[in-house]
Every structure is written in C-alpha cells, then in structure tokens.
C-alpha cells in the first residue's frame, strides 16, 4: 500500500503544481493559484504521516517505508527548484514573461550550475538520511530497521559518487571557454518578473 502512496503523491504533487500555474496564468487568478503551489509541500507531509502511522500501527519495515524518505529528501532538496523553473515557463508560455534562460554550457557560469545542483542533493539526501534515522529509533529494533539502514548506507555512497562527477564536470565546465546563456539578462529578467508578479 505505501508503494501506492508514493506514486500517489508523485502524481499529487504535479496535478496541484499544474492547477496552481493554471489559476495562477491561465485563469488570471494569482491569489487561488499562488495558495495552490502553497499547498504542494502539504503532498509531503501527508505522506510522512502515513509512513509514520504504517510504521506505528506494527507494519513491517521494508523499502517501500525508506523510499517514502528518500521521495521526502528529494522533494525538500529539489522540489522548490523544479515549482520555480515550471512556474517561470507558465509566466512565459501565458503571460508574455522573458523565456527562462538555459544552464550554461560552459565556463564559471555552468561550474555554479553544477555545484547548486550538487547542493540541493546534499540537502536532499540530508533530510531523507534523517527521516531514515528517524524512522529507525521509532522502530526500536535494529534487525526490524535493517532495510532502512542499508538505503540509508547506498545513498551515501551516491552521494559521493554525485560529488566526484560534480567537481569533474566543474573542473571541465571552468576550462571552457563557453559561457553558455546560464543566468544572464533573461535569467535576470525572469526572476524580476516572478516577483513583481507574486507582489
């Protein structure tokens, strides 16, 4: 069942992102679609609660319970990134905003690129290890937790995986030449728009 929850919440998260940016653009209602986006960390939650209560109410412990956290991390680490860039496009697509500007190719530009994306992962994989954790001394019983120490165990190794590729592509990314368009007068523009929409 909580394999079900997860692509249930998964499946959540994107219709309430979707109606959010269609009130929000599409309807020209701000206030409605801004409570909507709002209102898409609540998916999380609602799935933390059941983890928890599945946990509580003596359910054996297995990976469907670690890969709630691990979603949970990678919502918390990623999901502001991904409501932001989704949002800018719907103001581009339906409100005449600038076009969202593209990651660098190349250069400082793309090497700042990488390294944000290597820190929302860290942040990801900090929230989701302390839900693991968490979910591990609620438990009480080591052996019962096993799974989730061994995810717990797999991400840090991808994590650090993720580290090397990340200062690899950066030491590249700093030797080129090619800035790319990165975050320059659109990325600019965009962002100024979404503020002074939000306002």
Do not use: C, N
């Amino acid at each position: 069942m909580l394999v079900a929850m997860i692509v249930g919440a998964e499946a959540a998260f994107w219709v309430v992102l979707a109606l959010g940016l269609l009130a929000r653009y599409a309807l020209r209602m701000p206030r409605l679609g801004g409570a909507l986006l709002l209102a898409v960390p609540l998916v999380d939650l609602f799935l933390l609660a059941v983890a928890f209560l599945d946990l509580r109410g003596g359910g054996e412990v297995g990976v469907a319970h670690g890969l709630a956290a691990v979603y949970l991390g990678v919502s918390v680490g990623f999901g502001h990134r991904i409501i932001g860039r989704m949002d800018a496009w719907a103001a581009y697509r339906f409100d005449g905003a600038p076009r969202p500007a593209k990651p660098a190719k190349g250069g400082p530009a793309r090497a700042r690129h990488e390294a944000a994306q290597f820190g929302r992962h860290v942040a990801a994989w900090a929230v989701g290890s302390a839900l693991l954790m968490l979910g591990v001394w609620y438990v009480g019983d080591a052996e019962r937790t096993r799974p989730l120490l061994h995810l717990a165990g797999l991400w840090a190794v991808v994590l650090v995986v993720d580290g090397v590729v990340t200062a690899y592509d950066a030491v590249r990314a700093l030797a080129s030449r090619d800035e790319g368009s990165g975050s320059g007068a659109a990325g600019g523009k965009s962002a100024r728009y979404v503020a002074k929409s939000d306002s």
